[in-house]
Structures are given as structure tokens and as C-alpha cells.
């Protein structure tokens, strides 16, 4: 924030007495300013990046979202690096690539490339989320924002600073649940376009070390507060959670959720269990995980290991009496493990797989898009070209064939490293070796290179 001098107008001595004391005056003001500014340098270093607040941006203008007949299903999170803030040529070309066909995309409200929404208690500054929401909106998007992470003074900091290296582990603190939900309210009456929100990311800040659990009280006490402040604003409004994260072992450990895929953590199923049973209310029940193991990658390997999205998803469908199943984020590829473009796309096309024959209504892959550089392992477009890469043409495949509600037919492939998903006009096939493979799909013969992946039509256009 700028200071002010504090000086006030008033009537003064004579000139010689007024000229020693605007003498004083002057050196004392400049030692004042040399001594904030070092002390201003010491809490940027410790607290965090000062706020500069401008005058506040009127809402932007939103397209409203395109009318589908049916729910897209599949979508894409932006995280810090999108085309909102790229060269004109490549936001026009990732435009392209990403509202081809409409998908889903989520945007959180503080990190992931946008600031502090409120740096002081009612003081807004809500021009990156504008940039980023009009960016959606221009791209065809069905937006969904994720209300995460807190300003600082919600979570005992310094008002008027943002410290991002604690940002995204730390809870807005109980006393402060009722302003988080205020500008949740604040977020959806500043945006009336977006009508899916889902509350908080992966439990960050809620874990009980003491009892070595997931503090699900307290995450459901924000949950019940942010879902009322949301429904007030507009009933139309879907909210969502619990949005947390639900790992594995190889370990046989005591679990409900089992299989070949692994074992999963008893603690986050608690956490679930206990959210659906004290939750004020909700639409969609959200969770993100991944396919690996915390303690051996992927288990028994990796493309078998996509099926624990199933086993959860199926779990999750069972436990919350039918709720629609959110995946805010999955991973597949173990880190450092040097995947060509080619398998990771295969691998997250069975992924996507297991998502539609588990009956999951919504999975956002987590865009891992870059500033710069040649090399953008799992990006929708290139940063430095803007041109497609293989990730979007899956994304967009499956949306286009695969929305919820789409009906799936058996089909069968001579060869099991030929993963097959189905509906009744178009197939989609996918090569799980490293070495070609020639089978028979559908009746028919087909080809595929090491890792490949195929679509085919099917029956009469």
C-alpha cells in the first residue's frame, strides 16, 4: 500500500521560525522514509510481496457459457503459466485448441497464476482472475472456479502482504471461516457466469498431526459456511467437495479399498465418509489422486494401475448415494521417469478410459503448461509456437465422443495390449506396448504402433 505523509493544513508561525521548522521537518520526514523503506525491505523479505492496490476493475464482461446438450465431462485446470498472459499469436491459437470442441476449465482464486483476491479485509484486487476468467470465456469454456488458497490475514499474516511460500499449505485459521465465505460470495456475485465451484484443494492446512489424521471437522465447518454464502448468492450455484487428495501403497495395509493397483490410505476415506455424512449440502463430491504408489510408482504396472481411478470412483458413487464424481486432478507418469510423449499420452488415454466406464462426470487434467521452452512434457500447446500437442487432441477426442451420459458398447480386441473404448458411432483404441501390435477390433483388423493411439469410426454416420 502507498503511505501517506499524515499532513494536515493549518496556519504556521512567521517565516523564520516556520523555515527552521520546515527544515526539521523535511530531515525528519526523509529519515522517516529512509527508515520505512528498510524496514519495508526487511518484511518483503520475511513476510512476503506488498500488495500494490489500484482502483478496483469493474467486473468484466463474460460470454455466457455455449448451451451443450450434454455435460462435457472432460476439462482442464490452468495453473500458473496460460495463454491469458502469452503472445497475442499463441493465445489466439490456444484458443483454438482448447474451444474446438467446449470443455471445462477451472481456475482457482489465489496462486496458479493469479494473486491475492483480498490483501486486506475488504480491499479487493481481482484484475488476474478477470484476465483469466475473460480468457476462458473467449475460449468457449464452462468455467469453474476452485476457492482456494486464503489471503494471508485470514491465516495469521501480515494484511497487506501475500507470503507464496506458505500460501498454498496453510488454512485460512477458524476465527476467519466466515470471511473466507464472504469472499466466496464476493468471487460468485463478481462472476454470475460461473455456476460450479469446488472448496479449497486437497485439504491444505487440514491435517491433524497430533492424531496423525486428516482434520475432516474443520474442513467441513469451512465447507458448510462457503456452501451457504454460494447458495445465497444464487440457488442455480453447484458447489463441491471435499477435494481431497486419496494416495496408495503396495503395502497390504487395513483399508475398505483395495486391488492389484494398490492400497488405499484408510485416512482419506474416513475424511470422505465424514464429510458426506456433516455436509450442509453439495452437488458433486470431488477428490484427485494418482495412479502411483507412494512407495514403489505404479503398481502392478503402468497401465493397470489406471484402474485404481475406477475402484475409487466406484467406491465414491456407493459411499455418497449416487453423487456425481469430480476428479479435480489425476497423474499417471512417476516422477523421473522419462516417458516419451507417446506413452504418457497412452497412458492417460486409459486413464480417461477408466473415468468413462467408472461413470466419473467430471475429470480436469491439471495443464502443466511453461513460460517458454521446446520441451513441454503433458502441455496442451507449445509456449514458444502455440501449436497443438498430443494432450489436447485426446482431451478434445473424449469430450466430443465421450460426454456424460454417453452410452458405451462392448467391444472386443484380439489382443489385450489393445485397450478399446466404445459407444455406438466412434471407437477409440490405444497401443499399451512398446512394440506394434496388429490385432482385431471390432471385427476389424487393425495396426498400431508402439504406444499408439486410434480412433475409428463405427455403424452408419
Known amino acids: 500500500m502507498i503511505p501517506t505523509g499524515g499532513r494536515h493544513a493549518r496556519r504556521g508561525p512567521g517565516w523564520p521560525i516556520a523555515l527552521g521548522a520546515g527544515i ?5 520526514v526523509v529519515a522517516i522514509m529512509v527508515y520505512a523503506g528498510n524496514r519495508g525491505a526487511q518484511r518483503a523479505a520475511t513476510k512476503g510481496e506488498a500488495a500494490t492496490l489500484l482502483p478496483q476493475e469493474p467486473p468484466p464482461s463474460l460470454e455466457s457459457p455455449p448451451a451443450l446438450e450434454e455435460w462435457p465431462r472432460w476439462g482442464v485446470t490452468h495453473t500458473q503459466y496460460s495463454a491469458d498472459n502469452a503472445p497475442a499469436e499463441i493465445t489466439d491459437q490456444a484458443k483454438h485448441v482448447l474451444g474446438r470442441v467446449p470443455l471445462i476449465q477451472n481456475q482457482h482464486i489465489m496462486g496458479w497464476g493469479v494473486g491475492n483476491p483480498e490483501p486486506s479485509p475488504g480491499k479487493y484486487d481481482f484484475r488476474d482472475l478477470n484476465r483469466r476468467l475473460k480468457f476462458m470465456s473467449s475460449s468457449k469454456a464452462i468455467p469453474v472456479i476452485t476457492l482456494c488458497c486464503a489471503p494471508d490475514w485470514m491465516k495469521g499474516g501480515q494484511a497487506g502482504r501475500t507470503d507464496w511460500a506458505k500460501n498454498h499449505t496453510t488454512a485460512p485459521k477458524r476465527e476467519h471461516f466466515d470471511d473466507y465465505a464472504k469472499l466466496a460470495a464476493q468471487v460468485a456475485r463478481r462472476y454470475p457466469t460461473v455456476k460450479y465451484f469446488m472448496v479449497w484443494n486437497e485439504f491444505k492446512g487440514f491435517w491433524n498431526g497430533a492424531d496423525n489424521r486428516w482434520d475432516a471437522e474443520a474442513y467441513t465447518e469451512l465447507y458448510n459456511k462457503v456452501y451457504d454464502a454460494l447458495k445465497k448468492v444464487d440457488g442455480k450455484i453447484q458447489v463441491g467437495g471435499p477435494y481431497i487428495p486419496v494416495e496408495s501403497s503396495s503395502r497390504e495395509d487395513a483399508s475398505e479399498l483395495t486391488g492389484p493397483w494398490g492400497t488405499v490410505d484408510q485416512r482419506a476415506l474416513d475424511a470422505i465418509e465424514y464429510w458426506i455424512e456433516h455436509k450442509k449440502g453439495a452437488d458433486f463430491i470431488v477428490v484427485d489422486g494418482a495412479s502411483m ?11 493397470a494401475a489406471t484402474g485404481k481411478f475406477s475402484a475409487i470412483t466406484t467406491w465414491l458413487r456407493q459411499k455418497s448415494n449416487d453423487m456425481p464424481v469430480w476428479w479435480a486432478e489425476w497423474y499417471v507418469e512417476p516422477e523421473n521417469a522419462g516417458w516419451t510423449e507417446a506413452k504418457r499420452t497412452a497412458v492417460q488415454a486409459t486413464a480417461l478410459m477408466e473415468f468413462a466406464t467408472s461413470g466419473a462426470s467430471t475429470a480436469l487434467y491439471w495443464n502443466p503448461q511453461q513460460k517458454s521452452g521446446k520441451d513441454c512434457r503433458g502441455c496442451l500447446w507449445s509456449p514458444e509456437r502455440g501449436n497443438e500437442l498430443p494432450m489436447a487432441g485426446l482431451l478434445s477426442g473424449f469430450t466430443k465422443w465421450f460426454p456424460l451420459g454417453t452410452t458405451l458398447e462392448p467391444v472386443t480386441s484380439s489382443d489385450k495390449k489393445v485397450r478399446v473404448l466404445a459407444q455406438q458411432r466412434q471407437l477409440v483404441m490405444v497401443n499399451t ?11 476389424k483388423p487393425v495396426s498400431l504402433q508402439p504406444y499408439e493411439i486410434k480412433w475409428a469410426q463405427r455403424g452408419t454416420p
Open 433 to 443: 506396448s512398446d512394440k506394434p501390435v496388429s490385432a482385431t477390433v471390432d471385427g
Open 24 to 28: 526539521l521537518a523535511v530531515l525528519l
Open 293 to 303: 504408489t507412494n512407495d514403489k510408482g505404479n503398481v502392478p504396472d503402468d497401465f
